[in-house]
C-alpha cells in the first residue's frame, strides 16, 4: 500500500509523508534484510504508485516473479499518525485495490511445493473473498507438502463486517497453520477474547497449532510449544519513536531464524531485537534493521 504518514492526530495534519508499506511487505523486507530469500505475491495496477512499488521490491531484492497486474485495479492507500508515546492511528482504504483481486487461479501448486515456508496474515485474509480463498489454497497445498506455514492474524476493525466474520476466517485456517503469531491484546481480545497470553497460547494449541508466539509489545514474547511456556522480555530501548510495524519486524526476524534452521529461542531472540531496533527509528520499511545490527545485538543478550 501506499502509506501516508503525520506526525501528530490525522484530522489536524497539513502534512502527510509518502512511502510504501503494508504488514506482509513489511514482513518480507524484514525477513529480507537478515539474509533470507523472498518471494513475494500480490497483485499491482498500472496506477502511478504501483511504479513506486515495483521499483522498491526491486531495491529490497524480493523476488517479484509471482506478482500478479490488475489494471483495473489500483494501489490500497492508509494514513497513520504517532503520538509523543509512538501509539498509532490508522484509515485504510483498501477494498477492490489491485491486492484484493487475487485469486486462487492465481496460486500455482508448483510455486507453492518450492518454498521452504509461506507466510500470510489477517489483513490479506480481510481483502477480499477471493484473496481469503487464495490463502486457504496456498497453506493448504504447504501443508499437504510439509512445507511450514506462518500466521499472523493482525486484526484490523475496518476490513471486516464484524468480529465473527474475522474470527471464521481465521478458524478456517488454523487447520493448515503450523506456526500463529497473534499480538496480545489488539488481536486476540477482539476475535477470541483473550487477552492474557497464557490465554492466548492454550487455545490456539486446543485448536492444534503446534507453536503459538504471543507478541507482547513491551512486555516481549511468549513462546509456546510441547505444552510448555517460555517468556523472551522486549529489548531495552531508550527512546520509542515509532511503533509502526514492529509486530511486522518481530514477523521477519522470528521467521528468519525458522528458514536458516535456528532454534525457537534464537528465532525470538531474533525477533524481539528486530523490533527493538525498529521502534526506535522513525517510518516503516526504512527502520527495518539491518542483518548486522540485528545478530549482534540479538546473539549478545543473555539468555531469558
Same mark, same amino acid.
Given at each position: 500500500?501506499?502509506?501516508?504518514?503525520?506526525?501528530?492526530?490525522?484530522?489536524?495534519?497539513?502534512?502527510?509523508?509518502?512511502?510504501?508499506?503494508?504488514?506482509?511487505?513489511?514482513?518480507? $523486507?524484514?525477513?529480507?534484510?537478515?539474509?533470507?530469500?523472498?518471494?513475494?505475491?500480490?497483485?499491482?495496477?498500472?496506477?502511478?504508485?504501483?511504479?513506486?512499488?515495483?521499483?522498491?521490491?526491486?531495491?529490497?531484492?524480493?523476488? &517479484?516473479?509471482?506478482?500478479?497486474?490488475?489494471?483495473?485495479?489500483?494501489?490500497?492507500?492508509?494514513?497513520?499518525?504517532?503520538?509523543?508515546?509512538?501509539?498509532?492511528?490508522?484509515?485504510?482504504?483498501?477494498?477492490?485495490?489491485?491486492?484484493?483481486?487475487?485469486?486462487?487461479?492465481?496460486?500455482?501448486?508448483?510455486?507453492?511445493?518450492?518454498?521452504?515456508?509461506?507466510?500470510? &496474515?489477517?489483513?490479506?485474509?480481510?481483502?477480499?473473498?477471493?484473496?481469503?480463498?487464495?490463502?486457504?489454497?496456498?497453506?493448504?497445498?504447504?501443508?499437504?507438502?510439509?512445507?511450514?506455514?506462518?500466521?499472523?492474524?493482525?486484526?484490523?476493525?475496518?476490513?471486516?463486517?464484524?468480529?465473527?466474520?474475522?474470527?471464521?476466517?481465521?478458524?478456517?485456517?488454523?487447520?493448515?497453520?503450523?506456526?500463529?503469531?497473534?499480538?496480545?491484546?489488539?488481536?486476540?481480545?477482539?476475535?477470541?477474547?483473550?487477552?492474557?497470553?497464557?490465554?492466548?497460547?492454550?487455545?490456539?494449541?486446543?485448536?492444534? $497449532?503446534?507453536?503459538?508466539?504471543?507478541?507482547?509489545?513491551?512486555?516481549?514474547?511468549?513462546?509456546?510449544?510441547?505444552?510448555?511456556?517460555?517468556?523472551?522480555?522486549?529489548?531495552?530501548?531508550?527512546?520509542?519513536?515509532?511503533?509502526?510495524?514492529?509486530?511486522?519486524?518481530?514477523?521477519?526476524?522470528?521467521?528468519?531464524?525458522?528458514?536458516?534452521?535456528?532454534?525457537?529461542?534464537?528465532?525470538?531472540?531474533?525477533?524481539?531485537?528486530?523490533?527493538?531496533?525498529?521502534?526506535?527509528?522513525?517510518?516503516?520499511?526504512?527502520?527495518?534493521?539491518?542483518?548486522?545490527?540485528?545478530?549482534?545485538?540479538?546473539?549478545?543478550?543473555?539468555?531469558?
Amino acid at each position: 500500500m501506499v502509506e501516508l504518514s503525520s506526525p501528530g492526530e490525522i484530522r489536524f495534519a497539513e502534512e502527510f509523508t509518502k512511502t510504501y508499506a503494508g504488514d506482509a511487505l513489511n514482513t518480507a $523486507v524484514a525477513a529480507r534484510r537478515l539474509g533470507s530469500e523472498v518471494s513475494f505475491l500480490t497483485g499491482l495496477s498500472d496506477d502511478p504508485f504501483s511504479f513506486g512499488l515495483k521499483q522498491l521490491f526491486l531495491m529490497e531484492g524480493l523476488n &517479484t516473479r509471482h506478482v500478479r497486474r490488475f489494471p483495473d485495479g489500483y494501489t490500497g492507500l492508509y494514513f497513520v499518525a504517532n503520538d509523543e508515546a509512538g501509539d498509532r492511528e490508522f484509515l485504510y482504504y483498501r477494498k477492490h485495490s489491485a491486492a484484493s483481486l487475487i485469486s486462487p487461479k492465481d496460486i500455482d501448486e508448483n510455486v507453492i511445493k518450492s518454498f521452504k515456508l509461506i507466510f500470510s &496474515t489477517g489483513v490479506t485474509l480481510g481483502l477480499s473473498q477471493s484473496m481469503r480463498e487464495s490463502v486457504y489454497k496456498a497453506f493448504k497445498i504447504a501443508r499437504e507438502n510439509k512445507i511450514m506455514t506462518v500466521f499472523d492474524p493482525n486484526y484490523r476493525n475496518r476490513l471486516w463486517k464484524n468480529k465473527m466474520e474475522a474470527f471464521d476466517a481465521m478458524e478456517a485456517l488454523l487447520p493448515y497453520v503450523d506456526v500463529i503469531l497473534p499480538t496480545v491484546p489488539d488481536d486476540t481480545m477482539p476475535t477470541i477474547g483473550l487477552g492474557r497470553p497464557d490465554q492466548v497460547i492454550d487455545f490456539f494449541w486446543f485448536k492444534d $497449532v503446534p507453536l503459538v508466539v504471543a507478541k507482547a509489545g513491551e512486555h516481549g514474547c511468549y513462546l509456546g510449544y510441547r505444552k510448555e511456556v517460555q517468556h523472551f522480555p522486549a529489548m531495552k530501548v531508550d527512546r520509542v519513536v515509532d511503533t509502526t510495524g514492529a509486530g511486522d519486524a518481530f514477523n521477519g526476524g522470528f521467521i528468519h531464524g525458522l528458514v536458516t534452521g535456528r532454534s525457537l529461542s534464537d528465532c525470538a531472540r531474533l525477533g524481539i531485537t528486530a523490533a527493538g531496533l525498529q521502534v526506535q527509528r522513525e517510518g516503516t520499511l526504512k527502520s527495518m534493521p539491518s542483518r548486522e545490527a540485528v545478530y549482534s545485538r540479538a546473539f549478545s543478550m543473555s539468555s531469558p
